[in-house]
């Protein structure tokens, strides 16, 4: 074990998969943002150099070309950078991409990895801070990666770059530099399999990427009010650990869902809706759904703060929720 | 064939251009007390935007993208309320929505400012299908980096133009040269097969010209010839800009201190030019080249360009006051606003 940023776990995870396996390259390599992480793909580069091409700014022929090789036995990786640039491949990740599979029964299966950053991370304003984990959960076929932390990313891209789907990792901008414990050793993690990241029983917080560690924290600021809450991370929203999640409320009788994604139709309106279908008789209470709200994301610090979903805010809803 | 640009437009051209370049120097001294994220500079590129305002008319329509500031102020916003814009005050020209990524001015014919890369020739597009329609004689004009001619909605976009005929010029800013590689650190040099990047619109029939993106005077009679014949019918037209990329704009963050605040002395004084890049200063600098030569053809004196030059800091000064005295922004205002 040692102490690693969440870059430098993904970082680590590459590494052992690429070693693994010859046919994982890579199509755009800043994988790491532009802050001080930036400077990790220097070591990609280093390993595998002949492996990295640098394409042009054409997020849909990237896409469409990760597909195409991947059908045809590669294994690519389409580095997107900022997740908002991944509608300008919309028609190849939901037309191509998703439905090949099934379109072709069979025939054909696309072992492509996507990677971008999702979120709000200051001054991102209304077309660079996207969150399109939802709008993918929309489109049939394609597999949803959101790791949380350092320890979890390094096993999660393992499993991303193994799957014989589409897969996107979606990961945080703000998760880049926070650095915790994470194993040395080769691990992966599978999809679709939650994580209890904390235990607790008086109510489930179901809670994705950068939102875990702040519903981590309004977890704490919960129990000087007497709260108790467990808090679960997917980790994959498709794959979804539906029973994970039913399980908890089982044992709490009720739910909260965070995530970035806008409200309307977000992560946390089809688990809402998941468990008010498939766990009602556990409900003691409605379920809270705690996302952004439905506005384009502004420019100015103090309206973006507004729309943020911070450690305070899920505390405050989860205690009004309860009642 | 448009006419050279007489003194008193020269005169004009030059005053927004050092308009331009003080505003970015004074964007890039407060972003050091006001740090407001990142950021992108048009120094050293100014020459093409000037050169091309100075041909429109004020029916004529602008787009522009992240590298919009030089535009949006070259052509008459506000430069207290687009500074306020950028540090996200309630006073901006949009409210604070916007910020330096989307600086947009309607009142300055400016539509939507998009980040996407590509999305201003495909607005601009939109514009000019709009024009043709009003037939008033109006184009619009797209300016956009090389990095758009990447995407495919450049090569979408210019064949609709030119199906349509379309009164459109699009201006690229290929100011690749000089650019440090992403893996450098910095910001790529452009990603093409091809290093005359008209020959992909010539290749629709697009007609198209190559301009040294920093002679203001060169860029005024491409721009404008080629306007005269889009007010006649005959578009879409498309000029490749090229310069070589100010020092500061090769890094990743924006960097005044590589070559300094500017000094117009070095105009007619090239030996004050000192340092690393003091190159780039004596032969691409757009402002330093158009102060000589409208020196050397009196059209304005080291005095007069110094008096200019003094004014267009006084107010400059009053702007980085008024954006800094500026209040935020109501932050419920973030929820309002989104449908007409």
């Not at chain 1, 990609?44 to 054409?58: K, Y």
């Not at chain 1, 990760?66 to 997107?80: K, S, T």
């Given at each position: 074990m040692s102490?690693?940023?969440?870059?430098?776990?993904?970082?680590?995870?590459?590494?052992?998969?690429?070693?693994?396996?010859?046919?994982?390259?890579?199509?755009?390599?800043?994988?790491?943002?532009?802050?001080?992480?930036?400077?990790?793909?220097?070591?990609?580069?280093?390993?595998?150099?002949?492996?990295?091409?640098?394409?042009?700014?054409?997020?849909?022929?990237?896409?469409?070309?990760?597909?195409?090789?991947?059908?045809?036995?590669?294994?690519?990786?389409?580095?997107?950078?900022?997740?908002?640039?991944?509608?300008?491949?919309?028609?190849?990740?939901?037309?191509?991409?998703?439905?090949?599979?099934?379109?072709?029964?069979?025939?054909?299966?696309?072992?492509?990895?996507?990677?971008?950053?999702?979120?709000?991370?200051?001054?991102?304003?209304?077309?660079?801070?996207?969150?399109?984990?939802?709008?993918?959960?929309?489109?049939?076929?394609?597999?949803?990666?959101?790791?949380?932390?350092?320890?979890?990313?390094?096993?999660?891209?393992?499993?991303?770059?193994?799957?014989?789907?589409?897969?996107?990792?979606?990961?945080?901008a703000k998760l880049l530099g926070v650095e915790e414990e994470v194993a040395d050793e080769d691990y992966a993690i599978p999809l679709g399999q939650a994580d209890i990241k904390r235990a607790g029983s008086d109510i489930t917080l179901v809670a994705t990427s950068l939102m875990v560690s702040r519903t981590l924290e309004a977890a704490e600021t919960l129990t000087s009010q007497g709260i108790d809450a467990e808090v679960i991370d997917p980790r994959t929203l498709v794959p979804l650990d539906k029973d994970a999640i039913l399980a908890s409320v089982a044992k709490t009788g009720r739910l909260a869902v965070i995530d970035e994604a806008n409200q309307s139709c977000s992560v946390a309106s089809e688990i809402a809706a998941i468990v008010a279908s498939q766990g009602f008789a556990y409900l003691k209470s409605p379920v809270i759904r705690i996302a952004r709200p439905d506005v384009p994301i502004p420019f100015s610090p103090p309206m973006e703060e507004r729309l943020t979903v911070t450690s305070e805010r899920i505390a405050e809803a989860v205690a009004a929720g309860i009642g | 064939m448009a006419e050279k640009l007489e003194a008193g437009g020269r005169r004009d051209m030059f005053e927004a251009m050092l308009l331009m370049r003080r505003f970015e120097e004074s964007v890039a001294l407060m972003s050091k007390d006001h740090p407001f994220g990142h950021f992108h500079l048009y120094i050293g590129q100014e020459a093409t935007g000037a050169g091309v305002l100075a041909a429109l008319r004020s029916d004529d329509l602008t787009l522009t993208t992240h590298r919009n500031h030089g535009h949006v102020v070259g052509r008459g916003a506000d430069p207290a309320r687009a500074l306020a814009e950028i540090l996200g005050r309630a006073d901006g020209l949009s409210g604070g929505r916007g910020g330096t990524l989307h600086l947009t001015d309607r009142s300055a014919g400016f539509l939507s400012t998009s980040a996407v890369v590509g999305g201003a020739i495909g607005l601009a597009t939109g514009a000019g299908h709009a024009l043709r329609r009003q037939a008033n004689g109006a184009v619009s004009v797209s300016f956009f980096g090389d990095g758009s001619m990447e995407e495919g909605i450049a090569f979408e976009a210019f064949n609709m133009a030119a199906l349509w005929k379309l009164p459109i010029l699009y201006v690229c800013e290929n100011n690749t040269k000089g650019a440090m590689a992403s893996t450098e650190g910095g910001f790529s040099s452009s990603t093409m097969a091809i290093d005359e990047l008209v020959k992909i619109p010539r290749a629709l029939g697009i007609r198209s010209e190559v301009v040294d993106g920093a002679d203001a005077d060169a860029v005024y009679e491409v721009a404008a010839a080629l306007i005269e014949d889009l007010r006649a019918g005959n578009g879409p037209a498309f000029i490749e800009a090229r310069t070589e990329r100010w020092p500061g704009s090769r890094p990743i963050w924006p960097d005044l201190s590589l070559t300094g605040i500017t000094d117009l002395d070095m105009a007619w004084a090239p030996d004050k030019a000192a340092g690393e890049f003091a190159g780039w200063q004596r032969d691409h600098d757009p402002v330093l080249r158009l102060a000589a030569r409208l020196s050397a053809d009196r059209v304005l004196g080291q005095d007069e360009i110094g008096a200019m030059d003094a004014a267009i800091q006084t107010q400059l000064q009053a702007a980085r006051d008024f954006a800094a005295a500026s209040p935020w922004p109501d932050a419920d205002l973030a929820l309002t606003g989104t449908f007409a």
């Open positions: 102490i690693k940023s969440y870059a430098q776990a993904m970082l680590e995870g590459m590494l052992f998969a690429m070693e693994e396996d010859e046919r994982i390259n890579l199509v755009g390599g800043s994988l790491f943002g532009l802050g001080p992480q930036r400077a990790l793909s220097a070591q990609l580069r280093e390993r595998f150099g002949e492996r990295i091409i640098d394409p042009p700014i054409s997020e849909s022929a990237m896409v469409s070309l990760g597909i195409g090789a991947a059908m045809a036995g590669d294994r690519p990786m389409i580095d997107i950078g900022t997740a908002s640039f991944v509608y300008e491949a919309w028609s190849q990740l939901i037309n191509e991409a998703g439905p090949a599979h099934y379109m072709t029964n069979g025939q054909v299966s696309v072992p492509v990895t996507l990677h971008m950053l999702h979120g709000l991370r200051g001054g991102s304003a209304a077309q660079h801070g996207g969150s399109p984990e939802a709008m993918m959960w929309n489109a049939p076929g394609i597999e949803i990666v959101l790791p949380s932390c350092a320890a979890d990313v390094k096993g999660l891209i393992r499993s991303a770059l193994k799957s014989d789907n589409p897969t996107v990792v979606i990961g945080h | -």
